[in-house]
């Protein structure tokens, strides 16, 4: 994964893929609940992107994870994304309920992530 680059709002493209992070971390639908535990001891981590090799499978959030076992049956399978062509304020729409959001391809692979930086004035890419 590259660095982090910052995308003012005012300046965003007109598209998703213009705003998005290429790269995001994503865990396994078979991650135990132990390993997502040690990931989301990190302040910076607030969401997983559960994949199936490259195809999206949901989400998990710090509050969702099992007490044991794999992660597979807490996955959020319904969350919310966007698909890389959809213009930047359909993401800014999922964005005000929503610290992240996927970005998902129109053949179900996972493309990228949108976010926010912490004082929600730009992308994160």
Do not use: Y
């Given at each position: 994964?590259?660095s982090?680059?910052?995308?003012?709002?005012?300046?965003?493209?007109?598209?998703?893929?213009?705003v998005m992070?290429a790269?995001?971390r994503?865990?396994?639908?078979?991650?135990t609940a132990?390993?997502v535990?040690?990931?989301?001891?990190?302040?910076?981590?607030?969401l997983l992107?559960?994949?199936?090799?490259?195809?999206?499978v949901?989400t998990l959030?710090?509050?969702?994870?099992?007490?044991?076992?794999?992660i597979?049956p807490a996955v959020?399978?319904?969350?919310?994304f966007?698909?890389?062509g959809?213009?930047?304020?359909?993401?800014?729409?999922?964005?005000?309920d929503?610290?992240?959001?996927p970005?998902v391809a129109?053949d179900?692979r996972?493309?990228?992530?949108v976010?926010?930086?912490?004082?929600?004035?730009?992308?994160?890419?």
């Amino acid at each position: 994964m590259g660095s982090t680059r910052h995308i003012p709002l005012a300046e965003a493209g007109p598209s998703v893929r213009d705003v998005m992070l290429a790269e995001p971390r994503t865990v396994s639908v078979q991650t135990t609940a132990a390993e997502v535990r040690e990931t989301f001891a990190k302040p910076s981590v607030k969401l997983l992107l559960i994949t199936d090799g490259d195809r999206f499978v949901g989400t998990l959030g710090r509050d969702d994870v099992p007490a044991d076992g794999t992660i597979e049956p807490a996955v959020d399978t319904n969350a919310p994304f966007v698909d890389p062509g959809d213009p930047v304020a359909r993401a800014l729409e999922l964005l005000r309920d929503a610290d992240r959001v996927p970005v998902v391809a129109a053949d179900g692979r996972l493309a990228g992530l949108v976010c926010l930086n912490r004082g929600r004035s730009a992308f994160c890419a």
